[in-house]
């Protein structure tokens, strides 16, 4: 991990945590902020360990339904079946995350280098953006959580593989395979949110070592995880307040915007 100062990893900290759960890709903006700015490339095992600070703001806000969550898993494993809401969306949440380790696992080596081009990350974000304006402006809009079957987490499991590409955006992502699929706007984030705890919980894990190992817990490293768990906790919080009475359309044309202004500025720079 190069030296970054402590505003940098401040504005990297804020970036991850507000774009990690509205639909608008934070790998993208972790991605594209140094590039942009010319700062110092933080590496991707600093941006997997800002993912510290998300997790614990996830943990906090639904520390009820982790609770309930962790109740249904041990139910499982003792009854050995699936039994009500609780303990199918527990299973559901573990259907959802094997596509997104799977890839995790294949293209760790593109994710760190090819996959973080700035024209594949703006075109990323126009693909995802026209997906999730087109998903939530027809789809149906009726069904809640409680109708989901386990082929429907598999699919919202499949789009999540694919946010491994910046500008994909998890949350984007799985929000778009849901609002496909007819569920409500609240349900589609909320499975969304809660399936994202395993996935950054590994990547987590797995980074953070190496992270700490390049630079040590040292001042950047611990204000970049802390901005990222204060206002991934205040993403969270807009979202699910604001999908209760509007559309996801205006994170569709954030996405346009920011993509025409990354290839605003690759032809200013010549590429």
Not at 121 to 150: E, F, H, N, Y
Not at 173 to 202: K, Q, Y
Request: include cysteine; glycine fraction near 8%; charge should be positive.
């Amino acid at each position: 991990m190069n030296d970054i100062t402590v505003f940098q990893a401040f504005i990297l900290g804020a970036l991850q945590g507000i774009a990690e759960f509205l639909p608008i890709s934070s790998s993208a903006h972790l991605a594209l902020a140094p590039w942009a700015f010319r700062w110092p490339e933080p590496g991707l095992a600093f941006d997997v360990a800002l993912h510290v600070g998300t997790l614990v703001a996830l943990l906090w806000y639904f520390r009820a339904e982790w609770v309930r969550l962790a109740r249904a898993g041990v139910n499982i494993l003792v009854t050995r079946r699936v039994q009500g809401d609780d303990e199918r969306r527990a299973f559901f949440i573990v259907i959802a995350t094997i596509p997104g380790g799977i890839a995790g696992k294949l293209l760790k080596d593109q994710a760190e280098t090819a996959f973080r081009a700035p024209a594949l990350t703006a075109t990323a974000l126009i693909v995802m953006g026209a997906l999730l304006w087109l998903a939530d402006a027809r789809s149906r809009r009726d069904r809640a959580a409680g109708s989901m079957r386990w082929t429907d987490a598999l699919l919202v499991g499949c789009a999540q593989a694919f946010a491994i590409i910046p500008g994909v955006s998890r949350s984007g992502a799985t929000i778009t395979a849901g609002r496909f699929l007819g569920f409500n706007r609240a349900d589609a984030a909320v499975f969304s949110f809660l399936m994202s705890m395993p996935i950054i919980a590994a990547a987590a894990a797995l980074e953070l070592p190496k992270a700490l190992q390049a630079s040590g817990a040292g001042l950047p490293l611990l204000v970049g995880v802390a901005t990222a768990a204060v206002s991934s906790w205040f993403a969270i919080t807009v979202v699910l307040r604001f999908v209760q009475t509007r559309s996801f359309a205006v994170f569709a044309w954030y996405r346009f915007l920011l993509a025409g202004a990354v290839f605003a500025l690759l032809a200013v720079r010549g590429g």
